[in-house]
């Protein structure tokens, strides 16, 4: 038996009927089209999807906004893989029993070049740049390179037996090749056009998807229930995944945080989370499912039942975002707190909320991680920080909580007093330096002293009245600023005393004082006769 005829009957045999890294997909409609559709690709516009059928060579053309077969085209015996050019003006389609490859006008979805590969095309894959078309050719176990601006075979690269699935690295420089009857995977070196490793997988090998980052290929092993994955550095197997009856095919999410698995013998997808290396989820679809494609957003599908007839409509909704850590954990209510939100699905984020404080300041997130700015509040207390995405808003839980506190703002205050000997009117001049020491700013506040009784006071920046001054800021004052006031008492020859204390001392001030009983200073001063005077 041929290696085509092997796998076309193992397909063909098949019955006709932890914390997910991405929430499972629903079928939201069936649309059918001709008998065993076996490939499926998208336009780049994601207007339509064509879709391949094994047994006729009639391809059906879906429009996605529709949902209905609004055309198609027969070309060849029966087809297996379907590629779109990136600028979308071309298809390029296998047929394995004519051993050519097609290319369709897709304006016009008129064939217009039959290009001859070799013995039994199955797979097909295009360069990033859509310069070279790759084609494995399962019964002569080769690839043949096709350059897609004259439509003619450059190379033929001798690869491991059976040769099936395919994928290209995002530089164009690597191509990977599922060897089915060899259980490897090899490695081509796209500008040599030669094999340089090979990757043993130790069971088949069918279908292959890349990560975004490239790092990661995914290997769809049809005869043991397992999709494998390789690290694309070492060229070494980092560990398989148990999931249904029959993977032919896997496809990755555009993020790359997940890979859909078609489970041809049991009719359902297997969702897998690519970090924990775990099914999430297992989701009945169509009769024996087979290709898949995604939309560049991640969020519709188009999965061909080889032996159902259709195509099955997938919607995949977006994540919900998780909170698990904020730091750090709590602020003052004047708000402008640089606040790291830690989290899951947390990218595409509309808005940061701390609870009643509302609405953060500034945000900026990332898959994992926010910055948010706090917003200012007359609330104290904790308060859930929730991100909300197009997916949805995260749950309230412990781990998200932010205590805020009622602003407080410590004013220092230090006074210096200075003695002026003059013969007839000595003088003693103080200056008293007020300093927000935080933790917030000081948006008002006022010092006060009494005056003793005897001398005479006067200020330029300070109110003096029934003896008693009052100092106060004329502007907020940031943390860790200064203001400074000035006053004098004037001493005369016959003053009557002799000794005297002024204390300056908080009176007012907003926010709160939270030590507000060492808001103060004092300088003792004594004179003799108005001619000598010293201050301590």
Request: aromatic fraction near 4%; charge should be negative; proline fraction near 7%.
């Amino acid at each position: 038996m041929t290696a085509i005829a092997a796998a076309t009957a193992a397909l063909l045999s098949q019955p006709g009927t932890a914390r997910a890294a991405a929430p499972p997909p629903t079928v939201t409609a069936q649309v059918p089209v001709a008998p065993y559709p076996a490939g499926v690709a998208l336009t780049p516009d994601r207007g339509h999807a064509y879709v391949t059928s094994q047994s006729t060579g009639s391809v059906s053309v879906l429009d996605t906004a529709s949902g209905t077969v609004t055309g198609s085209f027969t070309d060849g015996s029966g087809s297996y893989a379907v590629a779109v050019s990136p600028d979308g003006h071309r298809a390029y389609l296998t047929h394995h029993l004519d051993n050519t490859v097609s290319v369709v006008d897709t304006a016009s979805n008129t064939v217009t070049a039959t290009v001859p590969v070799g013995a039994q095309p199955w797979g097909l894959a295009l360069s990033p740049d859509g310069a070279r078309a790759y084609v494995s050719n399962a019964a002569a176990n080769t690839v043949s390179v096709l350059d897609t601006a004259s439509n003619t075979v450059t190379a033929t690269v001798p690869v491991g037996a059976e040769p099936h699935g395919l994928a290209v690295s995002a530089d164009g420089k690597r191509l990977y090749v599922a060897a089915s009857g060899d259980k490897a995977v090899n490695v081509v070196d796209t500008v040599g056009s030669a094999v340089s490793a090979t990757v043993p997988v130790g069971h088949s090998a069918f279908g292959l998807a890349l990560s975004p980052d490239g790092s990661r290929l995914w290997v769809a092993d049809g005869d043991d229930s397992t999709a494998a994955v390789i690290d694309t550095a070492a060229n070494a197997v980092l560990g398989t995944v148990a999931v249904g009856s029959g993977p032919y095919a896997v496809t990755l999410a555009p993020d790359g945080s997940a890979a859909y698995v078609s489970n041809y013998a049991d009719n359902t997808l297997s969702v897998v989370d690519t970090a924990a290396r775990t099914v999430t989820a297992t989701v009945p679809v169509g009769a024996s499912p087979y290709a898949l494609a995604l939309t560049a957003d991640g969020r519709h599908g188009y999965l061909a039942d080889f032996t159902g007839g259709a195509v099955q409509v997938l919607d995949f909704p977006l994540p919900v975002p998780a909170v698990t850590a904020v730091t750090p954990n709590g602020g003052s209510g004047t708000g402008g707190v640089a606040v790291t939100v830690t989290g899951t699905d947390l990218n595409g984020a509309t808005a940061v909320t701390f609870g009643a404080a509302g609405v953060a300041t500034a945000f900026n997130c990332t898959r994992t991680s926010c910055t948010a700015t706090a917003p200012a509040t007359t609330v104290t207390g904790p308060v859930d920080v929730r991100v909300t995405t197009p997916g949805g808003t995260s749950a309230a839980v412990a781990a998200d909580r932010f205590t805020y506190t009622a602003p407080s703002a410590h004013l220092g205050v230090a006074l210096t007093a200075t003695p002026v000997t003059q013969l007839l009117a000595s003088r003693v001049d103080y200056v008293v330096t007020l300093t927000n020491q935080g933790p917030d700013p000081l948006t008002a506040a006022a010092v006060a002293a009494t005056l003793p009784a005897g001398l005479t006071w006067s200020s330029t920046d300070c109110t003096v009245a029934a003896g008693k001054l009052t100092c106060s800021l004329s502007a907020p004052l940031a943390k860790g600023a200064t203001a400074v006031r000035h006053f004098s008492a004037r001493v005369g020859l016959l003053s009557p005393i002799r000794n005297w204390d002024v204390t300056v001392a908080r009176s007012a001030g907003t926010p709160a004082d939270p030590s507000p009983t060492t808001s103060r200073d004092t300088r003792s001063c004594a004179s003799v006769l108005g001619l000598t005077i010293t201050c301590k």
